[in-house]
């Protein structure tokens, strides 16, 4: 079956979908995105991402291509067409294309932004091996520009910082800087200690993960302990257990980090605790 994608008000095939080589987004990276996941035909969470986006867009000067209301009826038209079950909705707006090449940002009376959707078909998303396994994770710097509230494209370190890991045998790695984890390549970090779960408190220094939110709120409806606070990746290596968060990895379990087993290197309990109730209340809450 041939996706359906969404660019610029029209559903198309894949194949026949374009952008201007002149794109902000291709050119400079000016381009802000989200990634909703979808259960059982269900947008997970997609009030946040749409939250999320009008702040990334706020942030950058950049107009809003739609409203929230266009936006979750492209999303649901595009779940419907490609017949996603389990997988991810992509979305991608650009400063657009004044059709050449200029550090200014063009008029925005003149120049549209560029939005683009597509889907990923991801069967058994929610019941993922790896997160039975658990993660293996390496740290590296964080070299990454200071303004990392902002979701940009500019993906292209937490790439290689994914390719590091890649090479050292691990999953994952969590990036440190001025001696402390900010978080990971593509999610937010967290470990366990006697019972207490901790993790960075929001700043510019990361990115507000949805899943963050959600997964913090219902901890502490669990009446699990929480502690926002920096922590160093020596602290995490003599942790009970540790996990991350993301919209398409939910809860991901942690088991072994720069090449230390974390207890007795298997998913700790309260991470695997957190995934349950995160998918089961995520489903229930799902439009
Ligand atoms: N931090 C970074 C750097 C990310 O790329 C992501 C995933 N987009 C997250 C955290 C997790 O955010 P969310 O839960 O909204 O997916």
Not at 7 to 16: H, R
Not at 52 to 80: F, G
Not at 178 to 188: A, I, L, P
């Amino acid at each position: 079956m041939t996706r359906t994608v969404y660019v610029n008000g029209e559903y198309l095939p894949e194949t026949e979908a374009k952008i201007s080589i002149f794109d902000r987004g291709f050119l400079m990276a000016d381009g802000v995105y989200e990634v909703t996941s979808v259960l059982d035909g269900k947008l997970i969470d997609f009030d946040g991402h749409a939250v999320r986006l009008a702040r990334s867009l706020d942030e950058l000067d950049m107009q809003a291509p739609c409203s929230k209301e266009e936006l979750l009826e492209i999303h649901r038209e595009l779940v419907a067409r490609n017949e996603i079950v389990e997988g991810l909705v992509y979305l991608q707006v650009t400063r657009g294309s004044d059709g050449d090449r200029d550090f200014v940002f063009p008029d925005p009376e003149t120049t549209k932004p560029t939005i683009v959707l597509f889907t990923q078909n991801k069967p058994g998303l929610a019941d993922n091996p790896a997160a039975k396994k658990g993660a293996k994770i390496i740290s590296i710097e964080d070299i990454r520009w200071g303004r990392r509230d902002i979701k940009t494209v500019q993906l292209l370190y937490p790439s290689m910082g994914k390719m590091m890991a890649k090479k050292a045998g691990a999953d994952d790695a969590w990036l440190i800087e001025d001696g402390y984890v900010t978080e990971g390549t593509s999610n937010n970090a967290y470990y366990v200690k006697d019972g207490t779960i901790v993790t960075r408190p929001l700043s510019n220094d990361i990115l507000h993960g949805i899943t963050r939110k959600a997964v913090l709120r219902m901890a502490a409806e669990a009446q699990m302990v929480v502690e926002e606070r920096l922590f160093t990746i020596d602290e995490a290596k003599e942790a009970d257990e540790a996990f991350t968060t993301s919209a398409s990895a939910f809860v991901m379990p942690v088991i072994e980090i720069d090449g230390v087993a974390l207890g007795d290197g298997t998913p700790g309990p309260i991470a695997k605790r957190l995934r349950e109730i995160y998918l089961e209340e995520s489903l229930k809450a799902a439009i």
